[in-house]
T-cell receptor, first 113, second 111 residues
Framework: DVKVTQSSRYLVKRTGEKVFLECVQD?????MFWYRQDPGLGLRLIYF???????EKGDIPEGYSVSREKKERFSLILESASTNQTSMYLC????????????FGPGTRLTVT | GQQLNQSPQSMFIQEGEDVSMNCTSS?????WLWYKQDPGEGPVLLIA?????ELTSNGRLTAQFGITRKDSFLNISASIPSDVGIYFC???????????FGTGTRLKVLA
């Protein structure tokens, strides 16, 4: 079974704080994704990583950065958290470009006050 | 961002009934995925489809990849209370790593 884990289920941060969200997958997947999910807007891609140290901006990268130093770990960084970044953050992974199956983690519900 | 048209938006059904939902797109996809998401949880992959016309089952769930590659449907047979949740589709755009997600169908099962 594919397992994608996220470091926190719930997080409350203050405006202006630097926030780290961690994601780990245990299936040696090449590709990893960060999405945010908001009511009425669905899932929106923030960043995609196709391999270690390789990344591409998604549809809404502003205010976020990512780090992938090891294959199994993909971190999302909010440089200076703002209230409009309050959301459900979902990490996902897949084997590689030849596979369409994308597996999600349990999500991190982030509240910025 | 772009979302796929998914219908119905919500359904209330009796336990034991069959359920059908579908997704349509103006884009062509090379993969269709169906997920179930419980409140506060991450989506769980139910079925993956790779070829136009493909029909795939997973227990009581059956999904099909439309012939035009622009639509897909999911059927749930003999629904049970634990089927409650939000179901959504996702299509992978051909030649890209991008997925477009459906708007979701909220399913409620009355015992």
């Amino acid at each position: 079974d594919v397992k994608v884990t996220q470091s926190s289920r719930y997080l409350v941060k203050r405006t202006g704080e630097k926030v780290f969200l961690e994601c780990v997958q245990d299936m040696d997947h090449e590709n990893m994704f960060w999405y945010r999910q908001d009511p009425g807007l669905g899932l929106r891609l923030i960043y995609f990583s196709y391999d270690v140290k390789m990344k591409e901006k998604g549809d809404i990268p502003e205010g976020y950065s990512v780090s992938r130093e090891k294959k199994e770990r993909f971190s999302l960084i909010l440089e200076s958290a703002s209230t409009n970044q309050t959301s459900m953050y979902l990490c996902a992974s897949r084997i590689g470009p030849g596979s369409g199956e994308q597996y999600f983690g349990p999500g991190t519900r982030l509240t910025v006050t | 961002g772009q979302q796929l048209n998914q219908s119905p938006q919500s359904m209330f059904i009796q336990e034991g009934e069959d359920v059908s939902m579908n997704c349509t797109s103006s884009s062509i996809f090379n993969t269709w995925l169906w997920y179930k998401q419980d409140p506060g949880e991450g989506p769980v992959l139910l079925i993956a489809l790779y070829k136009a016309g493909e029909l795939t089952s997973n227990g009581r769930l059956t999904a099909q990849f439309g012939i035009t590659r622009k639509d897909s449907f999911l059927n749930i047979s003999a629904s049970i209370p634990s089927d409650v949740g939000i179901y959504f589709c996702a299509g992978q755009l051909s030649g890209t790593y991008k997925y477009i997600f459906g708007t979701g169908t909220r399913l409620k099962v009355l015992a």
